[in-house]
């Protein structure tokens, strides 16, 4: 088949200078061997850099953990045009490497190797050369166990006056643990992110509570469900030797004369609000018999009353109940 241009086709080519028209093909060949040259001398004598800080990727398999909480780096030397070579960074450079299980011996270091094939540089870049060359790792396997969740409050004291965290129910009650084999065994149960409380709340209430996990730990689930129950805060206060008053009546026509055969003051313990009970004062606090109703000399066993002027605090036990008397009624 004959290649070569007829004399219309020739034409067409006119405008073209004869410099480059005159064997175009073999100038063409030439210009390209020519570039290939030059790109390939500018690669071979371009620009050095050293990049320091260049992050190590590591590909664990599932059945171990790395302990180091800090991301390896190595130093890349690379080489390149001052074009290509300018604004390249740390995060630019991209080093990945892979822990191969069957070659970690629990107790010991284990010492990733890493070669240029595991560096990745950006185009017209090229890495020459790098440093460590091995970079040990402080490995460990993986172990799972399953631990109690244990509620924790923000502030118990945000509560209004009266009011205590009551019954507290976890679901789940126990949540799976994996993580590294000397930690795990350590952990002894997890603990709920604070639960809010404040001083609206007097009722009880249902909260979804994140876990608090600690580094290099997984949980599974994440949320436990807390059922908090609110309720009013009741205490018990006993005050010590109360004297025991008399109640009779002012107008008797006769004298009466009462002698305490048993001791002169009382136990009293009483029951209430926390913020009333804790303020209430010994002077408040009145134990007392009644005689009005007795009407004749002689020798009774009485018992012993108790009143507090605030309707929300109740006599919780009297000690003694009873007291022994004398009674004399005396004419005018």
């Known amino acids: 088949m004959d290649y070569r241009l007829n004399n219309q086709e020739k034409e067409g080519f006119r405008w073209i200078p004869a410099i480059i028209r005159n064997d175009f093909l073999r100038k063409l060949i030439a210009i390209f061997f020519a570039l290939l040259v030059y790109f390939m001398v500018a690669n071979k004598i371009g620009t050095e850099e050293k990049i320091s800080n260049v992050p190590v990727d590591i590909e664990l398999p599932g059945g171990l953990v790395n302990l180091d909480a800090r991301k390896p780096t190595i130093s890349v030397t690379v080489r390149g045009s001052k074009k290509n070579i300018s604004g390249i960074g740390a995060m630019d450079i991209k080093?990945?490497?892979e822990v191969v299980e069957n070659k970690y011996i629990a107790g010991f270091p284990y010492l990733l190797k890493l070669s240029l094939d595991n560096i990745k540089t950006p185009f017209g870049v090229t890495a020459i050369n790098f440093n460590p060359k091995e970079i040990p790792l402080s490995l460990e396997r993986n172990d799972s166990k399953k631990v109690m969740v244990e509620q924790k409050f923000d502030s118990i004291q945000n509560l209004p006056k009266d009011y205590a965290v009551g019954k507290i129910k976890?679901?789940?009650a126990e949540v799976l643990i994996i993580g590294p084999q000397s930690i795990i065994k350590e952990i002894k149960s997890i603990q709920t992110r604070?639960?809010?409380l404040d001083?609206?709340?007097i009722e009880s209430f249902e909260y979804q509570a994140p876990l608090s996990v600690p580094d290099s730990i997984k949980v599974s689930p994440l949320k436990v469900t807390a059922q908090?129950?609110?309720?009013?805060n009741f205490i018990s206060r006993t005050?010590?030797?109360v004297p025991i008053r008399l109640l009779q009546p002012t107008d008797d026509q006769e004298l009466l004369k009462v002698e305490l055969l048993s001791a002169p003051n009382a136990d009293i313990t009483v029951y209430g609000p926390q913020s009333k009970?804790?303020?209430l004062k010994p002077e408040e606090v009145k134990s007392y018999i009644d005689v009005s109703a007795l009407q004749e000399s002689g020798s009774f066993s009485s018992e012993v009353y108790c009143w507090i002027n605030d309707p929300e605090i109740k006599v919780k036990n009297i000690y003694p109940e009873k007291v022994k008397l004398k009674l004399t009624r005396i004419k005018k």
Do not use: G
């Open 95 to 97: 080093v990945k490497a």
């Open 170 to 172: 976890v679901n789940p």
């Open 194 to 196: 604070p639960i809010p």
């Open 199 to 201: 001083s609206q709340t």
């Open 228 to 232: 908090v129950e609110i309720v009013r």
């Open 239 to 241: 005050f010590k030797s």
């Open 277 to 279: 009970v804790s303020l």
